[in-house]
């Protein structure tokens, strides 16, 4: 079977979870005896962080011959020089009278993002064709309107949902038009068949899909019984740890540093580790200077191997507003790390069971009291993660891929 994967932005220097899933089946469809191919279409050089196996054929369509029509950007004086300021000023101005005069030719808003969309579908079109691949997968519903756009295929295309359903096409978090959000929803109507990663998230699917279902989580990386986070014995420093992209309004790391700063001076043994980079690297470095926790807490950047990180701490705090199937803390629980979380997150109270392998907390109070009460006893710390670790058997690659292979071949 010829295998196209499309992950039309990020993939390229892109270390996240759709980027991680993106490998694991193009790598696991190669191992099969597939042709697989990932194609992109990003306006950078780069290549994918994670390994593929040297028979993964990777292409990014990106022409400048793609022409994008882009609206001058604003910008604003922040000195103290009068004649910079109103130079600046007199810039944004003139600025301002063209973004005004092309939206009026481009028929608005919509106008401008239809035909700039319009010529990207096009070179999708002819990239695809030229590829005749069997089945499509892709790896987001924005990537299904990259390609369906007033296009029309006769090959299967399927949907990795990689987040609940209605994150992808909804304006739940705050930044896409209506305009946009009809185009998402009506991508849908091209689509052979989806897949979401739980049961609870199909009632979360627009009504324009009429295609086929499959339930199919992520994988998650297994640990051999001997080989998971001991937590007998004592230490001279204990380790909270968070591995997530430092972006505060989704992971909400200001949320367990104030838990962690209400309770840290009656347990001085105990650290908290951030790993991950993002755009709140700054906001959040500036609050741990406040709380005057610089000794304490700390903000490690990026990791390449985070399970040597998780071996070596001793329990995972994960305070997100919102997931799909957040693999870092799998990995954590796979590890035996007693996982803390929001019973409001999705995903998150999905797979953390309360009071079995971890906490699901209503609220800051309870994240509060749950961290403390996890610092204070080794024996529920040793006991939840047990739990979590037999809790993730059921999600290794094997099975998951095979789940795959039978949908594609259901699709086709």
Known sequence: MKILLIQHLYFLNGSGGTEKICTFLANGFDGLGHEVEIATCQNIKGRPVFPLNTRVKVTNIFSENIHQTKLKPL????????????????????????????????????????????????????????????????????????????????????????????????????????????????????????QILFESY?????????????????????????????????????????????????????????????????????????????????????????????DKVFLNGFINNPVSKLQESDLFIFPSKYEGFPLALTEAMSAGLPALGFSTCSGVNELIIHNISGFLAKDINELKLYLEKLIENVNLRSEMGKNGHFQMMKFNSEKILNQWILFLNDCK
Not at 157 to 176: A, E, F, H, T
Not at 235 to 248: D, E, G, Q, R, S
Not at 263 to 291: A, R, S, T, V
Request: aromatic share 10%.
């Open 75 to 194: 910008f604003n004086y922040k000195g103290l020089n009068p004649i910079q300021w109103i130079r600046y000023k007199v810039n944004k101005k003139l600025a301002k009278k063209a973004n005004k005069d092309l939206l009026k030719e481009m028929g608005g808003a919509e106008g401008l993002f239809k035909n700039n969309l319009r010529l990207r579908a096009k070179a999708w079109k002819n990239y695809i064709e030229s590829r005749k691949p069997d089945i499509i997968i892709t790896m987001s519903v924005s990537s299904v309107l990259e390609i369906t756009f007033e296009n029309d295929y006769h090959i299967p295309i399927v949907n990795s949902v990689n987040g609940r359903p209605d994150y992808d096409y909804s304006d739940i978090l705050g930044y896409r038009s209506p305009f946009e959000m009809d185009l998402l929803k009506n991508a849908y109507k091209s689509l052979a068949g989806i």
């Open 202 to 294: 199909r009632e979360f699917l627009p009504q324009t899909f009429q295609g086929k279902i499959s339930v199919i989580p992520n994988p998650v990386p297994q640990f051999d019984d001997g080989k998971i986070v001991k937590h007998e014995g004592s230490k001279h420093k204990y380790k909270i740890v968070n591995i997530a992209t430092l972006a505060n309004h989704c992971k909400q790391q200001l949320l367990a540093i104030e838990a962690f700063a209400a309770i840290e001076k009656k347990h001085p043994e105990w650290e908290l580790h951030f790993w991950g980079e993002g755009e709140d690297l700054n906001f959040l470095d500036d609050k741990i200077k406040k709380l005057h926790l610089q």
